[in-house]
């Protein structure tokens, strides 16, 4: 685990003594959007047109993050357009590599060896965590975005023109909800199972995992009356969800001590996650060998033994009861 400094790596864990115990994750650096002209997005700087090829995207299979994008580049069918790279599941002192292992892409583009240097290759005295995804132009030779909300938004719309699979995960009739339930999940689930991790104090600990399992009863009884978050069917929350969901009994329970209740013991949610493990496209994206991996064997600080466990066993690919909602 590491950053760069004025585009120099440095081996440094948080800094959790300045904030009280507490994990405060930064902002994303790079924040531009491919168009389906070239506009300019959101945030950003314009020029980055949708065109096949164009683009690369480089992943972790272990990171929740990443995997959002992953999924959407599946579910949008934008293999043929946006070509991957996945990274080694195990992070230390070098930070994401590329080191061979089973499952990992190497970097077509440059023959990296580290992350890091996709990063100075963008903005070589760059200053920041590396972190995944990145997607990158090959065109003008530079990082679109690293934030994955946004990441999967222009996947959702941007290659639409181009021929790209049908489907809206961020209709404007639900944003406004969509939004509403991706802001407590992002505070108190996704992000709420580092806070409980990464918390370096009692205090910082149960801040966070209070309100992550408070959500977690929330969410069960929200999925008693609705197949999916939103009656209208899969949206953007529901799979920004999932990527956090799937990960929890094997990980996030006994490694970040998110352990007052399991998926497995709510019975809405634990369907939930097999309806969508089982979606076209989305279990070849799951990879738990490099889920498991990375975060036993990669945070001595909190696994210093790594030793990685065996289980639990968990069969996504069961049958759910799901379907009868719809």
């Known amino acids: 685990m590491g950053l760069l400094v004025d585009g120099q790596w440095q081996d440094q864990w948080y800094d959790t003594k300045s904030s009280g115990g507490r994990f405060v ?128 938004r222009m996947f959702n719309t941007a290659f639409n023109g181009l021929g790209a699979k049908a489907g809206d995960y961020y209709p404007a009739e639900h944003r406004e909800e969509i939004n509403a ?7 108190t689930v996704n992000n709420g199972v580092y806070k409980g991790g990464f918390a370096t104090t009692q205090a910082a600990y149960e801040e966070a995992v209070v309100p992550l399992f408070e959500t977690l009863d929330w969410l069960e009884e929200k999925l008693s009356s609705s197949r999916y978050l939103l009656d209208y069917g899969a949206t953007e929350a529901d799979w920004r969800l999932f990527t956090t969901l799937i990960r929890f009994d094997p990980v996030y329970v006994g490694h970040f001590k998110c352990n007052i209740r399991t998926i497995g013991s709510y019975s809405n ?13 989305v279990a070849k994206t799951v990879n738990m060998a490099h889920i498991k991996n990375h975060y036993y064997a990669s945070h001595d600080t909190i696994n210093p033994t790594r030793i990685v466990p065996l289980g639990p066993d968990i069969d996504f690919s069961a049958p759910h009861n799901r379907g009868q909602m719809d």
């Open 25 to 152: 994750r930064k902002d994303a650096a790079f924040r531009s959007w491919i168009t389906a002209d070239g506009s300019a997005g959101p945030s950003g700087s314009g020029g980055f047109k949708a065109e096949p090829g164009r683009y690369h995207l480089y992943v972790s299979y272990a990171c929740p993050w990443a995997h959002r994008t992953l999924i959407f580049r599946a579910l949008k069918g934008l293999e043929k357009f946006i070509t991957v790279s996945v990274v080694n599941s195990y992070m230390a002192q070098d930070g994401w590599t590329f080191t061979p292992e089973e499952g990992v892409i190497p970097d077509p583009l440059f023959g990296a060896d580290f992350m890091h240097q996709i990063y100075t290759k963008a903005d070589a005295d760059y200053t920041g965590r590396v972190t995944v995804p990145v997607l990158w132009d090959k065109k003008t030779g530079t990082i679109v975005s690293n934030e994955s909300s946004e990441i999967i």
């Open 181 to 187: 339930i991706n802001e407590r999940v992002y505070h």
């Open 269 to 281: 949610l634990s369907h939930y996650v097999r309806d969508l493990y089982q979606q076209p496209g």
